[in-house]
């Protein structure tokens, strides 16, 4: 029991730091439970782990109330083999815990401390699990939780956008089975933490930075690890800038059961990276696929209508010839019969002209003045030799020929006698 002081009899520094040891073991007792955010951890060389235990909403801001914490080695071992039963919770700033321990002072330095002793990874695991529900539902308020499986997967994603942390093991996870197939892939990385306090705030701008890019798609990739590794991937505006790129987005984060908010979000889940840059060359290998079967149809149609079309033109070859040597036949027949009736025709012609010309010839012989004037008719003349056919045509004195069929006689016109019908 550590005596009163007054003023004429101090108390010394030890003995204050004794009551206050003796005040804390009387408030807490020996072991008492603590919950909040681990801020500023840090592990030792020799084994100890020191961090600072602050209220949840004061983590990684300028906290009001600050209980240091003290996990030393001897102690550490228990408490890591409490986690690896869950292989669910890892140590890490950000984390909020529910630890056990005893408040101590250490009066060399003044400091007040818990030594930690336990620590219950249900809490934890709970606290993730309800923070995940409220994050979930949020983005179903804000109509976030598909949009990005509504963004159109491309036909051929060569082009990617990778975010992930540069150079580790599911950077090289992912690039590696690209590279296997000897495809030309188009890789940007877009490097971003994706463990700890900062790891939501560098997700969300590579993401949104990878959106902007020129690339087919856009993938988020992270190894394997406990839940609380995997927080950063829970996060509402690392979910937020999936649910809002404009590029599908394939997520690959390492976990076996366990879906992350990320996965939910994304238009695309894989397990791991490796499984993730799988699913990308499966996508072009599809493409392959279709073109090889695009090919084969057009190769297969093209010989079709080739085929067809030459049948079409055998055909045609074959109805023309027929059709030509039935044309050829009919006009031989006309012809024949052209010739045919031609001859008849002809000969009729013949046959016809040559009686015309019998009766030509007779009416030429009847008509010739030699015959005609055999029968006693004449032909008179003037002395201009025209021959008369009227009385009008001479006057007294003229002289006329007159042909007879032995010869001609020449006289004198005395007078003429018209015929009586022109007596007037």
């Excluded at 890789?187 to 790891?199: C, S, T, Y």
């Excluded at 087919?216 to 406990?226: C, S």
Aim: net charge neutral.
């Amino acid at each position: 029991m550590v005596r009163r002081s007054a003023i004429g009899s101090p108390l010394s520094v030890a003995e204050v730091c004794e009551g206050i040891s003796e005040a804390l073991r009387q408030s807490f007792g020996t072991e008492v439970w603590v919950r909040g955010s681990i801020s500023g951890l840090n592990r030792s060389a020799n084994g100890h782990v020191y961090f600072s235990l602050v209220d949840p909403d004061e983590a990684g801001g300028q906290p009001s109330a600050v209980l240091d914490v003290a996990l030393f080695a001897k102690t550490k071992y228990q408490v890591n083999a409490i986690l690896k039963r869950t292989n669910a919770v890892r140590m890490e700033d950000g984390i909020e815990v529910s630890i056990a321990g005893r408040i101590e002072h250490y009066a060399r330095t003044g400091r007040v401390q818990l030594i930690m002793t336990m620590i219950d990874p249900n809490y934890t695991l709970g606290k993730l699990a309800a923070n995940r529900e409220a994050t979930l539902r949020r983005l179903d308020e804000l109509g976030l939780l598909h949009r990005n499986r509504l963004v159109p997967l491309p036909v051929l994603p060569i082009r990617i956008a990778l975010v992930t942390s540069a150079g580790s093991a599911a950077d090289a996870d992912f690039t590696d089975e690209l590279g296997r197939t000897g495809i030309g892939f188009a890789v940007q990385r877009f490097d971003a933490r994706v463990q700890g306090p900062e790891a939501p705030g560098s997700l969300e701008r590579a993401i949104i930075a990878a959106a902007a890019a020129e690339v087919d798609l856009v993938a988020v990739v992270r190894g394997g690890g406990a839940k609380t590794d995997l927080a950063a991937f829970d996060d509402l505006a690392v979910a937020t800038a999936i649910a809002n790129c404009t590029r599908p987005v394939v997520v690959g984060v390492g976990h076996d059961i366990d879906r992350s908010i990320a996965d939910e979000v994304a238009a695309i889940s894989q397990k791991t990276p490796t499984a993730a840059a799988g699913w990308i060359i499966q996508r072009v290998a599809e493409f392959d696929r279709r073109v090889d079967v695009a090919s084969d149809r057009l190769v297969r149609a093209a010989g079709d209508q080739l085929e067809s079309s030459r049948r079409r033109v055998s055909h045609a070859r074959q109805r023309l010839a027929a059709s030509a040597r039935a044309a050829l036949t009919g006009a031989e027949r006309r012809a024949d019969r052209a010739g045919h009736s031609l001859a008849s025709a002809t000969q009729r012609a013949l046959t016809s002209a040559a009686h015309r010309l019998d009766r030509n010839d007779l009416r030429v012989a009847a008509l010739d003045p030699v015959s005609v004037m055999a029968r006693g008719w004449t032909i008179t003349r003037d002395a201009g030799g025209r021959v008369l056919h009227s009385v009008h045509q001479v006057e007294p004195g003229t002289t006329l020929w007159t042909e007879t069929a032995d010869g001609s006689v020449v006289s004198t016109v005395d007078g003429t006698i018209p015929a009586p019908e022109d007596v007037s």
